[in-house]
């Protein structure tokens, strides 16, 4: 197999280097649109796209990912894989995978029956809508546990009726497409894309799991790869067992 030494990964060419935001370019913040990335973040992000491919992939919407990060010259992936961008939304159009499109109207649906029944009976939950699904944040409940509870019983029924997927995020639950895209797919496509050599990526969460996965399978199949979980106190400890390096914030891996 080929070796997983980062300097080994960071000497390939073509090179991508590939993050999540939230919790990883982002400090976890009291409500989505509070997050904003580290300090040094988008300067490193620019250094890093003058000598590999750069990109980005979120659980967040193209255009909501990018006006956070907000640095030209990096491929955003937005919507847990299911959208694509080639730089910045203003000067760039995103593309909805076409198997999503179906699943815009039953997403819509789900999202009304959250802002109609589940945001009077739950103080401060988040309803946030995107191309496809959406989120439902409940960080900012009086009892996030009993919150989460609720709303998982409340969308059983009608997703499993709509076909939609549910799952979960760090104090939200996700309301996704029935496909199997997700942060790995979208990983390989953005290698298979670049026709990469090497790739590193990093993530902190539930979803990245699929990444971290697929950072090993790109492996098995011959590229230099490496896989980086930023850790919290509430990081799953499946994306532990599959990170190459545990950090405890991306500041010091970037004077790599
Ligand atoms: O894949 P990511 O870029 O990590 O996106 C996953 C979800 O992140 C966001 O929610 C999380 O971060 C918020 C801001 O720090 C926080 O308030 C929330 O509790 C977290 O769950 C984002 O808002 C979601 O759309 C993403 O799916």
């Known amino acids: 197999m080929v070796s997983k030494d980062i300097s080994h990964v960071l000497s390939q060419h073509p090179l991508g280097l590939v ?105 401060g939950l988040i309803v946030q809508r995107k191309s496809i699904g959406g989120t439902l944040h409940y960080r900012l409940a009086p009892d996030p546990e009993q919150a989460r509870e609720i709303i998982l019983e409340a969308l059983k029924e009608p997703a499993a009726r709509l076909h939609m997927h549910i799952d979960e995020g760090k104090r939200a639950v996700e309301i996704l497409a029935p496909l199997t895209i997700n942060k790995g797919k979208a990983l390989r496509r953005f290698v298979e894309h670049f026709a990469l050599q090497g790739v590193i990526f990093a993530g902190d969460d539930r979803t990245d799991l699929h990444g ?14 490496h896989g980086i979980v930023v850790q919290h106190p509430d990081t799953p400890p499946a994306l ?17």
């Open 240 to 256: 532990l067992e599959h990170a190459d390096t545990i950090v405890q914030g991306l500041r010091r891996w970037w004077s790599y």
């Open 19 to 123: 993050f999540d935001i939230d919790g990883t370019l982002s400090p976890i913040a009291p409500t989505p649109d509070e997050a904003h990335l580290y300090p040094e973040a988008a300067h490193y992000l620019q250094q890093a796209s003058q000598f590999a491919h750069a990109g980005i992939i979120t659980g967040r919407a193209v255009a909501d990912g990018a006006r956070i990060v907000n640095v030209e010259g990096l491929t955003y992936i937005g919507t847990h894989g299911l959208e694509w961008c080639d730089g910045l939304p203003g000067t760039h159009k995103i593309e909805l995978i076409p198997e999503a499109e179906p699943y815009i109207q039953p997403g819509k649906e789900l999202l009304d029956l959250a802002e109609k029944v589940l945001v009077p009976q739950i103080p």
């Open 212 to 225: 971290m996965i697929e950072i090993e399978r790109l492996r098995q199949d011959g590229y230099a790869t």
